[in-house]
T-cell receptor, first 116, second 111 residues
Framework: SAVISQKPSRDICQRGTSLTIQCQVD?????MFWYRQQPGQSLTLIAT?????????ESGFVIDKFPISRPNLTFSTLTVSNMSPEDSSIYLC?????????????FGPGTRLLVL | DAKTTQPPSMDCAEGRAANLPCNHS???????VYWYRQIHSQGPQYIIH???NNETNEMASLIITEDRKSSTLILPHATLRDTAVYYC????????????FGAGTRLTVKP
């Protein structure tokens, strides 16, 4: 399994500002994933981050709005840029790691963002 | 296009077994069945996954039908803390593959 931490756990931000969310995992992993969960909704993948290369973004998400860094095999950041109230969500990172029956994904506790 | 179908909600009495169904009639031969749950405002918690054999761990049992078109997650003795949204996901195991979450089943365990 993998133990994942995220910082901050929650934040309240003003519109037009940016917030950088950190994701730290306790083991080296190839891929890290960033998800968004809007209020009352299920999880939606934002992008996939591979160490040493540009992140791959899903349809509807762009690098200018959600720049991602992946400087090493245990860490990644997601920035929510030029925030608006519509960006109020839970942001989650996850990693692929070995489980008891093959590989699976483990999720961090999430970052709860409220944009005023 | 949804790869899994789950009932939107279920109730279960505390101490009884909770049986959560999932239909995945278009599952491919190399796709695994995964189950996660999300307790209010927390990150999704991995529960169990399998390919075609039934699986059991300390949290739950996973029963997959022989044709693999459906599965059931069993919580043998549900407690109030098992109240959560349960997600059934099918996925090919690969470093590049994310988890595609549907709406899930909201399980309410009642005293």
């Amino acid at each position: 399994s993998a133990v994942i931490s995220q910082k901050p756990s929650r934040d309240i931000c003003q519109r037009g500002t940016s917030l950088t969310i950190q994701c730290q995992v306790d083991s080296q992993v190839t891929m890290m994933f960033w998800y968004r969960q809007q209020p009352g909704q299920s999880l939606t993948l934002i992008a996939t981050a591979n160490q040493g290369s540009e992140a791959t973004y899903e349809s509807g998400f762009v690098i200018d709005k959600f720049p991602i860094s992946r400087p090493n095999l245990t860490f990644s950041t997601l920035t929510v840029s030029n925030m608006s109230p519509e960006d109020s969500s839970i942001y989650l990172c996850s990693v692929e790691a070995q489980g008891r029956v093959g590989e699976t994904q483990y999720f961090g506790p999430g970052t709860r963002l409220l944009v005023l | 296009d949804a790869k899994t179908t789950q009932p939107p909600s279920m109730d279960c009495a505390e101490g009884r077994a909770a049986n959560l169904p999932c239909n995945h009639s278009t599952i491919s031969g190399n796709e695994y069945v995964y189950w996660y749950r999300q307790i209010h405002s927390q990150g999704p918690q991995y529960i169990i996954h399998g390919l075609k054999n039934n699986e059991t761990n300390e949290m739950a049992s996973l029963i997959i039908t022989e044709d693999r078109k459906s599965s059931t997650l069993i919580l043998p003795h549900a407690t109030l803390r098992d109240t959560a949204v349960y997600y059934c996901i099918v996925r090919v195991v690969s470093d590049n593959n994310d988890m595609r979450f549907g709406a899930g089943t909201r399980l309410t365990v009642k005293p």
